[in-house]
Antibody, heavy 119, light 109 residues
Framework: QVQLQESGPGLVKPSETLSLTCSVSGDSISGYYWTWIRQAPGKGLEWIGN???????NCNPSLKSRVTISVDTSKNQFSLHLTAVTAADTAVYYC?????????????WGQGALVTVSS | SSELTQDPVVSVALGQTVNITCQGDSLRSNLASWYQQKSGQAPVLVIY???VRPSMIPDRFSGSSSGDTSSLTITGAQAEDEADYYCNSRGTGGNHVEFFGGGTKLTVL
């Protein structure tokens, strides 16, 4: 059974960098896209971007200038870095698995990590 | 446009059938996936592709599509189906960018 677990600081100061890691267990990280999705309090889901096991990434154009997503296949982990955060970046951040074929769904999700941006 | 539009609120009487719709240009060339999210929990995949259900999802959930609209149907809604439902698909551009609908809050009366 594939399991994903987000980890990282729950509180980040404005203008600083939000960093989260997703640890994958139960399957190899190879052969999939690995995705970050967030949900602001009381709001809907927002796709942030993904990384393939090769390191190739895709990002939401609205966040592209601030987002870096990377993968560490040796640790079966992938990471999100979001720079210059503001209160608008306060959200639950989910990691999820996506398959490399057309119309593939996000079939496994982490439980989510709440990150609050506040001084 | 890659925007996906959902009705914010839908209600259904216990045991009745409900359709939750998702509309957008990207759905003319991409199939939607549907996720159920209960309060305080992570989303769960319920339908994807051409009406494919993951193994743990009850068969009262089904999906369909026509033109620019995808639909999630719950036949014989149960109290435990009360949740937020989100559709998702890739955008219409050649790059790999994903979009979610705004979500539909389903109330079971």
């Amino acid at each position: 059974q594939v399991q994903l677990q987000e980890s990282g600081p729950g509180l980040v100061k404005p203008s600083e960098t939000l960093s989260l890691t997703c640890s994958v267990s139960g399957d190899s990280i190879s052969g999939y896209y690995w995705t970050w999705i967030r949900q602001a309090p009381g709001k809907g889901l927002e796709w942030i971007g993904n990384v393939y096991h090769s390191g190739h990434t895709n990002c939401n154009p609205s966040l592209k200038s601030r987002v870096t997503i990377s993968v560490d296949t040796s640790k079966n982990q992938f990471s999100l870095h979001l720079t210059a955060v503001t209160a608008a970046d306060t959200a639950v951040y989910y990691c999820a698995r996506d398959r490399p074929f057309r119309d593939a769904p996000f079939d496994h999700w982490g439980q989510g990590a709440l990150v609050t941006v506040s001084s | 446009s890659s925007e996906l539009t959902q009705d914010p609120v839908v209600s259904v009487a216990l045991g009745q059938t409900v359709n939750i719709t998702c509309q957008g240009d990207s759905l003319r060339s991409n199939l939607a996936s549907w996720y159920q999210q209960k309060s305080g929990q992570a989303p769960v995949l319920v339908i994807y592709g051409k009406n494919v259900r993951p193994s743990m999802i009850p068969d009262r959930f089904s999906g369909s599509s026509s033109g620019d609209t995808s639909s999630l149907t719950i036949t014989g809604a149960q109290a435990e189906d009360e949740a937020d439902y989100y559709c998702n698909s890739r955008g219409t551009g050649g790059n790999h960018v994903e979009f979610f609908g705004g979500g539909t809050k389903l109330t079971v009366l």
